[in-house]
């Protein structure tokens, strides 16, 4: 069933994927670009002044104006936050006045208001304000196109951006030659402006480079008579660069674009520009600056600079535009260029499609959908393949989970959650019960659960319990009671596992007959706990001898006319005393191993400051003890260790009846534990070798550091501290 659904969606988004790339392939692209979200508004508005050296109506600054308000519209900037002024200045030159009239109506009219931005366009703008308007919104940053680039004297405190669109006299020229090597004659048209004159001598700069090959002629010096004369008669091989065109030789204002289309007109040659609207004109082209382009270029530029993308740091900031390669294919067969010549990466536009062209989007949407049949047949083809391979593996797999179930050694039975009863037993589960496996399925392992079960809560309660415990993914381990087809009581262990299975909620129980291990546990237990009465029984006994010991010693210690054998017989006795309530601790303790040391010594120091008849208040004594616990063999040297050490500090540390301070730590450091016994008493008597001496208290001390392979040190530092390490139990 999944896999048909698998394949229903696989078909489905295949379809559907499909559908989505002829529609991408056949529609056109005018179709898409009519669905395509239009850019989110700026957040904050912006004004921007745009200052033409020229008056309005130029085609040029129409197109330029299409390219920037294309983008400021696809930013969220308003036409009123845009000011255009047409300054004329190429048609006023003659009025003196004229300047200065001019920039008082653009002061009037710009500085109260808040301008971020200004822009110029070609170079009578430029120079404008980089002169008589020095003060027209002084703060504002300036983009400048179509002009040399100020130099930072110029710029006196504005921060500007030059944006060199380079014409490409030179490029446009190679071009040329390429589509028409015979040529002999150049023709360069120019009007006679400082501005039109500045593009001419450029062009004159590369006479040198074809010299002998090439005639140049330039019209500067003509009326506009004389130049549509001379080009209508213009020898064969001769071509036409037209650059720029805004005053005659006779003194005349003319707009570019209209002598441009006038030259193409009356032209007997083709005529190549440096703007792209020479092809609008019936020209042939050039390696030309996109106009347009030009004033997306700006707009960006100008958003960049408002929104802080692009930070000025110097007074002047150079950018260059690249020029294109741009021919009208039409123009080219007309005059019988060679189009096959031109350098790669060039562009022809008006060419007739050939067939590839006009139907090379249907081939390849054609290709590709066979391409994609085809594949699906293939995927279709090996996922027929793949199911065959894993129905095999999955009997394969069966097979073997059979054979493990029916070669392992424990019982096993399969329990089907969702049905509630057996669906497979192996042949150890038969012998477990004593019935055949029909029997087994048919009446299930709850039949032969005993009502007694060991430790349990209620059956039913247990096993529902059970159930949801190994579906939710536990491995649950239980102990059960059963009476077998053959009347036979039996304890078993049953571990409850999780099966893998797709359909149906499947528990494997694995099962051991532990009857024998358990009764062998039972017998342990009773044996321990025998063993546990007779030790108890051996520290009572002990304990008590000693106390008898001791109180033989303290009986008899007052017949003795001797002090010194009095003070040996009491010592004798806390060392018995010292011995038995070890033997107390253990008798006491629910771990006859081990002795929790800290009471034992808080119990031992209080009975030698009882023996001893020390006044609390004149003696004060202090334990820092860790929370160990230590087994019999060293707590009996150890205790026997403290009471040596706490009787020489009472009996010798503090005479006739001298205020002091007794203190006993105990703690571990890593593998060893450190011992201090340390007094403010008088000290230890200089020149006394503790570690050789006829004591006995401290011979024994010696004896018993050894017993528990320690060692031994003294501090004489404000009274005498002994110091004994030795190893800590593991």
Avoid at 196 to 219: M, R, S
Wanted: hydrophobic letters at 40%; glycine letters at 6%; charged letters at 25%.
């Amino acid at each position: 069933m999944k896999t048909r659904l698998s394949r229903i969606f696989l078909l489905g988004f295949l379809n559907f994927f499909i559908g989505v790339v002829l529609i991408q392939v056949l529609l056109p692209p005018s179709s898409l670009a009519q669905i395509k979200p239009s850019s989110p508004p700026s957040q904050a508005a912006k004004h921007i002044l745009l200052l033409y050296s020229y008056g309005h109506g130029s085609r040029g600054i129409g197109v330029f104006d299409d390219g920037f308000l294309s983008v400021m519209e696809a930013a969220g900037v308003k036409i009123n936050d845009l000011f255009f002024e047409y300054l004329d200045l190429e048609r006023n030159k003659e009025d003196s006045g004229y300047r200065s009239r001019l920039l008082d109506l653009l002061m009037r009219k710009y500085n109260q208001r808040k301008i971020d931005l200004i822009v110029t366009i070609q170079q009578p703008a430029l120079s404008f304000l980089l002169n008589e308007g020095r003060r027209l919104v002084p703060g504002a940053p300036v983009i400048t196109l179509q002009a040399p680039r100020p130099s930072d004297a110029e710029a006196a405190g504005r921060q500007f951006v030059s944006q060199q669109a380079q014409f490409d006299i030179k490029g446009t020229l190679e071009r040329a030659l390429e589509l028409f090597p015979q040529t002999k004659r150049v023709v360069i048209v120019s009007g006679s402006s400082p501005a039109d004159k500045k593009l001419a001598n450029v062009a004159a700069g590369f006479e040198n480079i074809f010299k002998n090959k090439l005639e140049f002629e330039y019209t500067f010096n003509l009326t506009i008579e004389q130049v549509l004369s001379r080009v209508a008669d213009l020898p064969p091989h001769s071509i036409i660069i037209f650059t720029q065109y805004n005053l005659d030789a006779g003194g005349r204002v003319f707009v570019a674009y209209e002598v441009e289309r006038m030259i193409i007109q009356a032209a007997k040659a083709p005529v190549f520009g440096l703007y792209d609207f020479n092809l609008r004109n019936g020209g042939i082209g050039g390696s030309v600056i996109s106009v347009k382009g030009l004033g997306e270029s700006t707009a960006r530029m100008a958003l960049d600079i408002l929104n802080g993308k692009m930070r000025l740091t110097r007074p002047v900031t150079t950018v260059n535009n690249q020029v294109v390669p741009l021919f009208d294919w039409r123009q080219i067969q007309r005059w019988g260029g060679r189009a096959d010549n031109l350098i790669p990466g060039s562009v022809i536009i008006n060419r007739p499609p050939t067939m590839w062209d006009q139907y090379k989007l249907y081939v390849i949407g054609a290709l590709f959908i066979i391409f994609i049949l085809s594949s699906l047949i293939v995927l279709l083809m090996i996922q027929r393949r793949r199911r065959a391979k894993a129905e095999r593996l999955l009997q394969q797999s069966e097979e073997r989970f059979r054979q493990l179930v029916e070669q392992a050694p424990e019982a096993i039975a399969v329990y089907d959650a969702d049905e509630d009863r057996l669906v497979e037993v192996n042949a150890n589960a038969e012998k477990l019960f004593g019935c055949s496996r029909e029997e087994l399925l048919q009446k299930g392992l709850f039949y032969f659960y005993t009502p007694d079960q060991p430790n349990r809560p209620p059956l039913k309660e247990s096993i529902t319990q059970n159930i949801e415990q190994t579906l939710a993914g536990e491995e649950v381990v239980i102990e059960r009671a059963i009476r077998n087809a053959q009347g036979q009581d039996l304890i078993c262990e049953m571990r409850l596992v999780k099966l893998p299975s797709a359909e149906h909620r499947l528990i494997r129980n694995s099962i051991i007959d532990i009857t024998e291990r358990k009764r062998a546990e039972e017998q342990i237990i009773t044996s321990l706990k025998e063993k546990e009465i007779l030790l108890k029984e051996i520290h009572h006994r002990v304990k008590n001898n000693l106390t008898i010991i001791g109180s033989i010693l303290s009986l008899q210690a007052p017949h003795l006319e001797d002090r010194k054998s009095r003070e040996i017989f009491r010592e004798c006795e806390n060392r018995v005393k010292t011995m038995s309530k070890i033997h107390t601790k253990l008798y006491q303790s629910k771990d006859y191993a081990h002795i929790d040391f800290r009471s034992y010594l808080l119990e031992l120091s209080q009975e030698l400051f009882l023996s001893y008849q020390i006044d609390p208040e004149a003696v004060q004594f202090e334990t820092k003890i860790d929370d160990v616990s230590l087994d019999i063999n060293t707590a009996l040297p150890l205790g026997l260790l403290l009471t040596e050490l706490i009787t020489n500090a009472l009996k010798y540390a503090f005479p006739d009846g001298r205020k002091g301070l007794l203190q006993i730590h105990l703690r571990r450091v890593d593998d060893r534990m450190v011992l201090s016994v340390a007094d403010d008493g008088i000290g230890f008597p200089e020149g006394l070798d503790y570690q050789n001496t006829t004591s006995l208290g401290l011979q024994l001390v010696m004896g018993l550091v050894r017993q528990l392979n320690g060692v031994i040190e003294m501090k004489r530092e404000q009274g005498t501290n002994f110091i004994i390490t030795f190893p800590a139990e593991e």
